[in-house]
């Protein structure tokens, strides 16, 4: 299934056990591997990558509780041959 990023605002100290708990998430929708990833500390935020489903029920809307998002979260891979 295709993940997708989503962002949001967590009060220090932030971890994501406290991420899946705000946006009510379980461990099936998010990649535990992936992890939290700080985007901007200085202003609470975090990003975190979720199954497209969990990225919609989430994602930013007035019903949603992340800060926004779903991104898209294509591979990043060299262009052209190594050298």
């Known amino acids: 299934m295709a993940e997708v990023l989503i962002t949001v605002r967590l009060a220090p100290p932030a971890t994501l056990e406290t ?47 992340a800060d926004g998002g779903p991104y898209s979260d294509p591979p990043i891979e060299p262009y052209g041959p190594p050298r």
Do not use: C, F, I, Q
């Not at 708990?21 to 535990?32: A, C, P, Q, S, W």
């Open 19 to 65: 991420a899946m708990r705000h946006l009510g998430l379980t461990e099936d929708d998010v990649d535990t591997a992936y992890g939290l990833v700080p985007v901007d500390p200085g202003k609470n935020l975090y990003v975190l990558r979720v199954t497209e489903d969990a990225g919609r029920r989430v994602g930013d809307s007035d019903a949603g509780a």
